[in-house]
Structures are given as structure tokens and as C-alpha cells.
């Protein structure tokens, strides 16, 4: 995680007081941020020294952070130590709480607060004039906010009060003019208590100025069999007599509407065991938003999308004594409640331990609008991946030195020291003890790639590799992860990786085409969702684990909460109500691949398909329809790849016989599959999109992954492909070397990864793939790799074997193999072009078969025919549609009567083969079908008779009858 430092803030407020005229004849010391309003503006206190009468007083004023100007507001004749301070929409009156020391041994150490006595005071500041007591002297916290309302008079005024473990309510403060002297208080402020179950003994609160929302955690006890009414916040009264009670904590969230009236809008129970008793010790944190309890660290990070994340960490000690587990107890733990996804996390650093955990206080902020993230100086960085449009994943956490930061500080305990604020409308971090800003909180995107190869953990690759694909979005950064994998091609790593990139390079493509209920629909990673974690250093010893566990119990909302004209803010409650509605009703889930991969084999078992040829007239297949309808769309899934052109700068131009949009029939029934499936998966879990409407997500969905796993392919060839140099014509009789084996594994891997994804690849790559293989595989090897249909034989490819293949033994045998593989009417076009005495002998064969046909002799045997082996005459069989041969011997001089009968018949009948054979209705199949197959391709008359040849296949023909 990236911290750029801003500006350093108690240097700029020094700078402003000391260069104000009314600072002449003061020193100041004792700079420090006690508050800040929803506007940004903040209120902190200065110690001012008078030189000449040598007195020390207390001065509070507002800062503003654009404009570098202060304003005193208040001056206090003593010092005094105030822990809050907060001031209302129209800067009339100021709301401050101070603490009492109980003795002056207390304040030595600066991290926490001092045991002592807290105080609330009101004071006029417009001019200043009265300060009122607010008689809450309390020995707990007493936090003062003020309600902002542009809507409000500045003759009124609404200060929300929370005395911790006591109360919490919103005192309606009326002012009045008193001529000239300005504005001062009319009587008693009236005060509005919030009476919900359990606040009364409320556990925390935070207050969120910008968004006037109140968060709330307290207990309540229930029996058993007792529950809650929706919408309602009494208990309805049905457990048995007798049912044993017991405390259950709960998150309540309050939204201030511009009324000024508090509205209770959502109550989550919690799965977590917080203590009720506690004897609270504050931290020194200022500002602070929160209670600052020293044995809690909680905050509430919420987003206008709907994501509401509850971060809990508190110490256990002596003090908890239903926590008593000592093992436990060394170890640093914290939740995170994801409460749009309703589940809850736990995370244990056994790393963390001892004296180091008791006192290590986490830092909690959001990093953009996916990550929240989790830290501790010195010793470990937790981006966790969990917004409101998918399921917690890829988590990306750093231990040790990869989680150093430009904090300047590698200590836990300086973990104490860091709070809050808000600068442009951004939430930042502000170190207390150095009073620096740092508003530029961002993922290290170099830091992530320099990890990336170095590091043990396949979960943490993933999670880089998911992050710099959906957050990062550069195809530039992506090359360079696939380039540090091409170091380590045998890595089993390698396809889930590759999996990786081409479901989330398609959810991150189609995010920006669907509305957003579709896209939670969309796959988005290839990865179990919700699955435990367990992260081990090199050593063994581990680093962190994770698990999940889901809510017990539904968060409740009212019904008041989607009525928009109350509301100041933005659609938090809305978004947040209806995503947990939808979850509700519908049970969604993303699309899985594998149930198209089940039913592509299910219909491929069942009603297998004859291997035909493929005219050059049927290559108009459903992939090349794909291609044609989105051509004129431009690629969004990077910023680099906002067209093909942009794409082939980074990548590189692919070589123009791989840039074809062919493919076979496999791949169409593929994509038909998996446009019929996803289509009834959006009609299941979304019924208000029509069918039209799903089908049109649905192909472009699958569009969209014919264009990615294009985009992939692209990248591995820029990566590891051959040089251009390289890329004219490589005579398969050349072996492969180790570059091209690398490349050859790479290129596997990948293909498993789109055959278990059911992503579609084009016909282009698989004859590459197959070209590459043969050249890098043993032949036994590589025929194995044909019958599990990893690599596929093309009339092209078995055609530049018959090319580039000598004629000699070897090259004739693996020839026949390849042959023997494809359909007939493809074998037949290899033979054609085969220039070997197999040709001969099959032409011959079909000739003598068209010949005996022509006069009708029925007697030509429909089975495979065979001869002894002992003989060196070859045999052909034509056996379900493949070709079956053998290699002719030598000349023989063979001199029976019986053939030379046969041969005078064949020369006399030569002359008559252009003529229709009669019809016998006694006439099999075959021979019809092997008549007609000489009288449609004249090519097979194209040659002289061979006398010699030709009394070969007739004796062959007798020896069968026989």
C-alpha cells in the first residue's frame, strides 16, 4: 500500500497562527486536531504563552484545509485539555468535552487518555460570550457532535450527546438575537433520548459527519425462542417458560433526516462475541469519531453502492473472563463483517503474538471501491476484496517486507498514533505523532509486480494477478506477470493463473455492458467463492488464516428507509435494502462453466457426430457470426486495449495466418451451449429481463470470451512466441527446440484452461498447437495426445506432413498413422496429394472397384479385405469411413490365367467407365456408394494404367474372393 504524503498539517496550522497579527507577543506548543465537520473544516487547540504576563491559555479554532486560513473561535483563560470538540453549521456555538486528571502521574503516557473526570461544555462563540455546563460529568467518554443542516435556521441548533455504556440523544439547542451583540441561547436545550432496545448500555458508537448516519453496537438479552418482528423493534414475547436468556450483540444504524430527528433504519445481529463488561481505558486519538476505547478497535466503512463493513478488533485480557483461552490470547485476531454480503470473517496472525497483540491496535480504510484494508506497521498489509458486487476473494495479504509502507515506521505500537481524516471529500490517514497527512492511499501497483515472482504463495499470485486485472486494468502490467511466469513454464501454477485471466478479464469487460444485478450474475473468478485461507512462509510457519461464516440471522430494515425525500445523502440505505431483498428472494449465484462442460459431454456421448469435411461455404459457423456482429466494437477491458489497434501496440500483431476467425463444429456447438445456458440462468435468478434481453447478455457474454481468450493467446505469443524471423515456414521434420517446448507447454496449459472453462478458441490456434506439438513430441507421444483429443488432426496439417515428411520408412509410416486418423473424404485428398505407391494402389483399387461395377459384376465382397501378411502385395480397406493401407511389394511377374482374364476384362471395359452402371436393386451400399464416388471425381481416372499395378489389385481382388 502506497502512502504519499500530502502535506504535513500541524506544520500549516503553525504557520497560519504564528503569522496572524493577533498571535504578536505569544508562543505557541501543543498542536492538536480535536475535531472535524461534515464540510472538512477542522477544529483544533493550540497552548498560547503570553510573554509578558506569562500566562498559558487554551485556544480553540477552525482550519480550513483549501484555503490554509484559521479562525480563532474560542479562547479558554487556563489550559485545558480537551479530548473532542465539534461546532454547528452556522459557527454560532462551539461543543467541547475536556478531561479532569486525577492526578498528574497519568498523563505520562501520551497514547492513552488520563484517568480522570470528563465534562461537556457549550459555549457562544458568535461573539463569545457564555460557556454553559452541560452537568454530564461522567468518568466514561462523552463524545459531542453536532448535526449539520443547511435547511436549519441559525436560531437553532442540534447536538447529538453519547455518554458511553449510558445514553445517547440529540439536544435541540434554540438561539435568539440580542442586538447587536449577536446570537445567544433562549432556555433549557430539549432533549431527544434514543429509547432502542439495549442503547442504553451501548457498547461503541461512531459518527459520520459528512453522511450524518450514527452507528451504534450494543447488547440485548433473548431467550430463547424469542425473535425480533421485521420492521418492528419490540421483541415478540413466544419463548416457553422457563427458556434460559442470553446476549446477543447487535449493529444499529441510525440516519439523522433534515428534520433533525434521528430515524432507525437498520439492526444487524452479530455473530461475534463482543464483552458487555469492561472497565474502559481511552486512547489519546484525536480527532476521534468513535469511542476511543482502548479494549475495542471498531469502525464502520460504508459506501454509497451498498457496502457496509464492520471491522472489529478487540484485546483479550484478564478482563474478559468468558475469553480466557490462552492460547488465544497470544494471538492477534480481528473480524471483518461484510454486512451487504451477510457474512463474517475472521482472521488470526499467529505472527502477532504476545505482549505485541495486546497492544497492536489495527488500522482500518477503504482503498477505492473494492478493497478495504487492513493494517499494522512493521508487520503486515491485508487488502481484502469484498464489495458489494461479488463474494469475499482473492484476498491480497503481505507479511514481513513486503509490507513495508512509506510511513517511515516499522513499529506495531506506532499502529496507536494513527487516526483519520477526511481531505477533498477523501477519507485519509493522519499520524498523530507527527502531524502529517497522508490523503493518497493507493495500492503500490510496481511494488505488486517486484512481489509477484518472488513470492512461495500461489494464493497470493492469484490475488495480484485478479487485482491488476480488474482494478488496475493495464494490459501493460498484466504482460508483465505472464513474464514472470515464462520462467517457470512447468509451474502447476500456471493454469489456474491463466483461468484467472480469462474469467476476470471477462467479468471486467462485461461490467461495462450490463446493468449491475445482471453482472452479479457474471462469473468474475475462477476460484472457489467463500473458501477458507491459510497463508505459511517459506519455513512452514503460518503467516494467517481466514474463514467465513455466514449470518445467523438477516439484517432487518425498516420501511421507512426508502422513502427518498427524507434523505441528505446519497442511496446508501436504498442500495444496501435491495441488494439484501434480492439475495433473499432470488439465492443468486454466478454462472458456472462446468455445468456447459457437463452437458457438452453429455450431448457429445449421447448423439456423437459423423466427422464430416467442412465446405468452404459452411465456414460461416455461429463463431464467425459472433466475430461479424461485434467487429465494429471496440475491446474495454484495459485502457490500453480501447481498440484492436491499441491492443497490438502493447501485444504486438499476431501473424496473419493466426488472426483467421475459423472454426469447427465442436467450438459451435460449444457456444450455442453456452448461450442456452447462461440465457436460462439470468431468466432463473432475474425474471424481470425478458428472454430477448437474457439471450442478448448471453451472446455477448460468450463474445466476449472468444475476444479474451483471443487477447490471451495474443499475450503468451508476444511473450514466448517464435521471432518474427522465425515465423515463415518450419519444415515439420525439424524438431522442436527448447524454447518451442516451453512455448508448446505454455500453449497446453492454456488450452486446458479454456476446455475446463468452456471458453471457446478459434481453429487457427488448434492447428498451431498441433503443428507445435509434432514438432516437440515424440510421434507415440503425440498420437496419444490425439486420442484424448488434446491436439486435432486437419486435412492442412496431415497435407504438410505428406509435404515435409521424406518417404522413407519412418516418414511413410507415420504418414499412413496420420491418414489412417481423418474422415474418408479427407483421406482421400491426403492421398491425392501424396506422391507414393499408396496413392497408386488406392486409385487403382477405386478404378478396378468403378470398373467390375460397370459391368455389373455384384460379386465385389462389401467386407474389409485381407490377404496373408507373407505376401508383398499392400492391402486398402475402407473401414467406417477412414482408409486402411498397406505398402505394395515388388514385381512379381505373377502369370495366372484367371487373371489375366480379369485384366483383358478391365482394359475392354476401360473404355465404357463414363457410362451410368445399371441399377441393381440386389446391389450393396457400398458398391453403389464406391460407383458413384469414381464417376463424381474424374481426378481418379486423371492417371495411365499402370499394367503392373493393376494386376497387382486384381489378384487382390480374386485373393479376396477367394
Known amino acids: 500500500m502506497d502512502f504519499t504524503q500530502s502535506f504535513d498539517l500541524i506544520s500549516q496550522i503553525r504557520s497560519s497562527v504564528q503569522s496572524d497579527k493577533n498571535s504578536n507577543g505569544y508562543e505557541f506548543s501543543h498542536f492538536e486536531v480535536v475535531g472535524q465537520e461534515g464540510n472538512g473544516t477542522l477544529l483544533f487547540t493550540v497552548v498560547a504563552y503570553q510573554k509578558t504576563d506569562k500566562l498559558s491559555t487554551s485556544w480553540i479554532s477552525l482550519y480550513d484545509l483549501s484555503r490554509k486560513k484559521h479562525k480563532i473561535i474560542y479562547k479558554e483563560e487556563k489550559v485545558i485539555h480537551v479530548v473532542s470538540a465539534s461546532v454547528n453549521h452556522h459557527f454560532t456555538l462551539l461543543a467541547y468535552t475536556v478531561i479532569e486528571p486525577d492526578s498528574k502521574d497519568d498523563v ?259 482503498i477505492g471501491d473494492h478493497y478495504l484494508a487492513v493494517y499494522l506497521p512493521g508487520q503486515f498489509i491485508h487488502l481484502l476484496n469484498a464489495s458489494i458486487d461479488f463474494e469475499p476473494s482473492h484476498h491480497i495479504l503481505l507479511h514481513d517486507e513486503s509490507s513495508h509502507t512509506d510511513l517511515g515506521t516499522n513499529s506495531v505500537y506506532y499502529s496507536r498514533y494513527l487516526s483519520s481524516i477526511v481531505v477533498d471529500h477523501k477519507l485519509g490517514l493522519y499520524d498523530i505523532k507527527q502531524g502529517r497527512v497522508y490523503d493518497k492511499l493507493s495500492v503500490d501497483k510496481c511494488k505488486l509486480l517486484e512481489i509477484f515472482p518472488k513470492t512461495h504463495s500461489a494464493n497470493l499470485r492469484l490475488a495480484i494477478m485478479h487485482y491488476m486485472i480488474i482494478k488496475a486494468k493495464e494490459l501493460a502490467n498484466v504482460k508483465k506477470l505472464f513474464e514472470a511466469l515464462s520462467l517457470d513454464v512447468a509451474s502447476p501454477e500456471m493454469r489456474d493463473l491463466l483461468g484467472e485471466y480469462l474469467v476476470a478479464s471477462t467479468y471486467n469487460t462485461m461490467r461495462l455492458e450490463v446493468d449491475k444485478l445482471l453482472l452479479r450474475l457474471i462469473p468474475y473468478t475462477a476460484q472457489p467463492l467463500s473458501k477458507g485461507l491459510s497463508e505459511k512462509d517459506h519455513l512452514g510457519q503460518k503467516l494467517v488464516s481466514l474463514s467465513y461464516s455466514p449470518f445467523k440471522h438477516t439484517a432487518m430494515f425498516t420501511s421507512r428507509q426508502l422513502d427518498k425525500k427524507k434523505w441528505q445523502t446519497d442511496d446508501l440505505w436504498e442500495s444496501l435494502c435491495n441488494h439484501m431483498r434480492w439475495r433473499q428472494l432470488t439465492n443468486p449465484t454466478p454462472f458456472k462453466p462446468s455445468d456447459v462442460l457437463k452437458n457438452v459431454e453429455t450431448t457429445a456421448a449421447i448423439s456423437p457426430e459423423p466427422k464430416q469435411p467442412v465446405s468452404p461455404q459452411r465456414r460461416s459457423s455461429l463463431f464467425t457470426s459472433f466475430m461479424s456482429r461485434f467487429s465494429s466494437k471496440e475491446s474495454t477491458n484495459f485502457k490500453h486495449a480501447g481498440s484492436r489497434k491499441r491492443t497490438d501496440d502493447v501485444l504486438g500483431k499476431l501473424p496473419e495466418y493466426l488472426q483467421s ?113 509434432f514438432r516437440c513430441l515424440d510421434f507415440a507421444l503425440f498420437m496419444q495426445y490425439v486420442d484424448r483429443g488434446v491436439l486435432f488432426l486437419s486435412l492442412q496439417f496431415v497435407q504438410r506432413v505428406i509435404d515435409d515428411l521424406p518417404n522413407d520408412k519412418g516418414g511413410t509410416f507415420i504418414k499412413q498413422r496420420l491418414i489412417k486418423k481423418l474422415p474418408k473424404s479427407e483421406a482421400v485428398n491426403c492421398l491425392q496429394h501424396w506422391n507414393h505407391p499408396v496413392r497408386n494402389f488406392y486409385m487403382c483399387q477405386q478404378y478396378v472397384t468403378a470398373t467390375l461395377l460397370s459391368e455389373g459384376l455384384d460379386y465385389v465382397p462389401e467386407a474389409p479385405l485381407r490377404i496373408d501378411r507373407s505376401m508383398s502385395v499392400p492391402t486398402t480397406s475402407i473401414d467406417n469411413g477412414s482408409v486402411d493401407m498397406g505398402i505394395p511389394g515388388q514385381d512379381s511377374n505373377l502369370s495366372f490365367p484367371p487373371l489375366d482374364t480379369l485384366v483383358a476384362l478391365l482394359k475392354s471395359a476401360d473404355a465404357e467407365l463414363s457410362m451410368s452402371p445399371p441399377q441393381s436393386p440386389t446391389r450393396s451400399k457400398s458398391i453403389q456408394s464406391q ?15 499402370d499394367e503392373r499395378l493393376l494386376r497387382e489389385t486384381a489378384l487382390h481382388f480374386i485373393g479376396g474372393g477367394n
Not at 467518554?141 to 449510558?166: A, G
Not at 419463548?239 to 439492526?267: D, W
Not at 489519546?284 to 476505547?293: E, G, H, L, Q
Not at 463483517?337 to 497492544?359: E, L, N, Y
Request: hydrophobic residues 30%; proline residues 5%.
Open 108 to 366: 505520562k503516557d501520551k497514547t492513552k487518555l488520563p484517568k480522570g473526570t470528563f465534562q461537556a461544555f457549550l459555549a457562544e462563540i458568535h461573539p463569545q460570550r457564555t460557556v454553559y455546563n452541560l452537568n454530564l460529568d461522567r468518568n466514561n467518554y462523552i463524545m459531542l457532535n453536532f448535526i449539520s443542516d443547511k435547511n436549519v435556521t441559525e436560531k437553532e441548533s442540534h447536538l447529538l450527546v453519547s455518554l458511553h455504556k449510558e445514553a445517547i440523544g440529540i439536544y435541540n439547542v434554540k438561539l435568539s438575537r440580542a442586538g447587536d451583540q449577536g446570537l445567544k441561547m433562549t432556555g433549557q436545550p430539549n432533549i431527544q433520548p434514543i429509547t432502542e432496545p439495549g442503547i442504553d448500555q451501548f457498547v461503541w458508537s461512531q459518527w459520520d459527519s459528512t453522511n450524518q448516519r450514527l452507528y451504534v453496537i450494543h447488547h440485548r438479552t433473548i431467550k430463547l425462542g424469542q425473535r425480533r418482528d421485521r420492521g418492528s423493534h419490540q421483541e415478540t414475547s413466544s419463548p416457553r417458560l422457563g427458556s434460559p436468556a442470553r446476549s446477543r450483540a447487535y449493529l444499529t444504524c441510525f440516519q439523522i433526516n433534515p428534520g433533525q430527528y434521528k430515524e432507525f433504519v437498520m439492526e444487524c445481529g452479530l455473530d461475534v462475541n463482543i464483552p458487555s463488561r469492561t472497565f474502559p481505558k481511552y486512547l489519546n486519538i484525536k480527532p476521534s469519531f468513535s469511542i476511543p476505547d482502548a479494549s475495542y478497535n471498531f469502525k464502520v466503512l460504508a459506501q454509497n453502492n451498498g457496502s457496509i463493513y464492520l471491522c472489529l478488533q478487540y484485546h483479550k485480557s484478564s478482563s474478559h473472563p468468558s475469553l480466557s483461552d490462552s492460547e488465544d490470547q497470544q494471538k492477534l485476531h480481528y473480524y471483518i463483517v461484510f454486512v451487504h454480503q451477510g457474512q463474517t470473517m475472521k482472521c488470526s496472525c499467529p505472527g502477532v503474538t504476545g505482549k505485541m497483540a495486546s497492544k497492536a491496535r489495527l488500522f482500518f480504510t477503504l
Open 661 to 773: 476467425a475459423d472454426t469447427d463444429k465442436e467450438q459451435d456447438r460449444l457456444i450455442s451451449m453456452s448461450v442456452e445456458k447462461l440465457s436460462q440462468h439470468l431468466e432463473k435468478h432475474d425474471p424481470k429481463e425478458s428472454k430477448a434481453t437474457a439471450h442478448q447478455v448471453a451472446s455477448l457474454f460468450v463474445h466476449t470470451q472468444l475476444e479474451q481468450s483471443r487477447q490471451l493467446f495474443q499475450i503468451l505469443w508476444s511473450i514466448m512466441g517464435p521471432k518474427r524471423s522465425e515465423q515463415a515456414h518450419v519444415p515439420l521434420h525439424k524438431c522442436g527446440n527448447s524454447q518451442d517446448y516451453q512455448f508448446f507447454q505454455v500453449l497446453e496449459r492454456y488450452f486446458l484452461a479454456t476446455t475446463e472453462l468452456c471458453f471457446p478458441v478459434s481453429a487457427t490456434f488448434k492447428n498451431y498447437f498441433t503443428f507445435l506439438g
Open 931 to 945: 460407383h458413384s464416388l469414381l464417376n463424381s471425381r474424374p481426378d481418379l481416372r486423371q492417371y495411365p494404367v
